[in-house]
């Protein structure tokens, strides 16, 4: 049996010009849920996180961790996930608001 976990979703920050807004995230992955939220963090710290955008600082992001777990039985392969949404970084109420309506 193997896990693997993917993270993508939307970042949230100050734009260069003024104001705020939302991008697609770059897509993240780890074996564990703990290491995708520690890079995850480590990139949204870095502005690595927004997927080229370029924002001129990243406040947060709501990601879909997708959790892959395959497991072979009798040389066949069997896959399933499960999902969960999660938010890093220093929202407000009405910031997690905006990002749960926004679609990608």
Known sequence: MSKEYIAS???YG???????GAYTSREVKADTKA????????DLKSG??????GFEYLKGAK??????????LKGKE??????????????T????????DMVY
């Open 9 to 11: 979703g939307l970042v």
């Open 14 to 20: 100050k734009f260069w010009g003024g104001g705020f």
């Open 35 to 42: 290491k995708l939220l520690s890079q995850a963090k480590k």
């Open 48 to 53: 690595a996180l927004d997927s080229g955008m």
């Open 63 to 72: 990601l879909d961790i997708k959790e892959v777990e395959t497991i072979t």
């Open 78 to 91: 069997y896959t399933r996930a499960d999902y969960i949404d999660v938010f890093i970084g220093d929202l």
């Open 93 to 100: 109420e009405k910031e997690q608001d905006f990002l749960l």
